[in-house]
């Protein structure tokens, strides 16, 4: 009898184990790609010696014979991979913007969301027609319906919801914001960050703390929609000055920013302001 008993502890012990093992491989998968919150240690390897991004869709004219709408979209290149973040409003805009820029649809690898408004994923459907190879990373909490509907056309979908490496030197922060959940991208360089913001809906200074907490790095770049169109130039200036002691080196508020937010932006940070709309082109060794 007892050795039964024992018999058949073992083999309660051995399933045990095989479950056990079974399961932290399968929690290790599961978490590949994401980082932690104080950097990984191959944060400082995987720097970008530079990176080159044109804005191909936004409400601000920067470059004449490319349309403007509202929404933002801008092509990322320099890294292992070409990733295009957001896609505007509007599917033929973009595409036509694009073509304008002699930007080829089938050369980009990847597409990143920021976030779900309309003026920031209206031209996915259209993208996807084009190339229905990439891969799209979107917050986790989009609806499965959204998501679904990018499968259809055989479009890998890749939910985000921790601060994640998406390839060498690029970087989500993750899920930010209670209300409207958004992701910024990093673009880590040689000179350092690269911070692009879709609306920045979770705010602009919060989403600056946050990258310099996962990538603990000197920011180069602020860019995109920083959501400053409501506030006053009171509120406008404490936020130019938290960027400013941040370290952030160059701003380029453009989209959803608002004309007194950029007035004020240009104002304080004079040669060090970047003037972007459609068309603009910024490499980072020209920073
Ligand atoms: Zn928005
Ligand atoms: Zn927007």
């Known amino acids: 009898m007892g050795k039964i008993l024992g018999l058949f502890s073992l083999i309660i012990i051995s399933i045990g184990l095989i479950l056990g093992i079974t399961l932290s491989l399968s929690q290790e998968k599961d978490k590949k790609g994401e980082i932690m919150e104080n950097g990984s240690e191959n944060i400082n ?3 970008i010696k530079e990176t080159n991004i044109t804005v191909t ?10 349309k403007t709408s509202w929404g933002f979209s801008c092509l990322i290149k320099g890294a292992e991979k070409t990733i295009l973040f957001d896609t505007g409003g509007d599917d033929s805009i973009l595409l036509e913007n694009m073509k304008k820029l002699e930007i080829d649809s089938e050369k980009i690898d990847l597409i990143v969301l920021s976030h779900i408004h309309g003026d920031h994923i209206g031209g996915l459907d259209g993208f996807l ?15 499965t319906s959204l998501k679904r509907n990018i499968e259809k056309y055989g479009t890998k979908v ?7 490496e998406i390839c060498k030197g690029i970087y989500s ?3 930010l914001g209670t209300w409207i959940i958004e992701q910024s991208l990093i673009i880590h360089t040689n000179k350092g960050m690269v911070v692009i913001t879709g609306c920045a809906h979770p705010g602009i200074v919060k989403i600056v703390e946050k ?7 000197k920011v180069l770049l602020v860019m995109g929609g920083f959501h400053l169109g409501n506030k006053s130039s009171k509120q406008i200036e404490t936020i130019i000055s938290s960027l400013k002691n941040m370290e952030v080196k160059y701003a380029g508020p453009c989209h959803c920013s608002g004309d007194n937010a950029r007035k004020l932006f240009e104002k304080e940070y004079q040669k060090n302001y970047i003037n972007i709309g459609v068309g603009k082109v910024i490499n980072t060794k020209d920073l």
């Open 45 to 47: 390897i995987n720097k």
């Open 173 to 175: 922060t993750g899920e």
């Open 129 to 143: 027609k084009t190339n229905p190879k990439v891969y799209v990373y979107l917050p986790k909490s989009f609806p």
């Open 211 to 217: 990258a310099k907490n996962i990538i603990k790095d």
């Open 57 to 66: 869709f936004d409400n601000n004219q920067y470059k004449d014979g490319l």
């Open 158 to 164: 890749v939910d985000v919801q921790k601060p994640m």
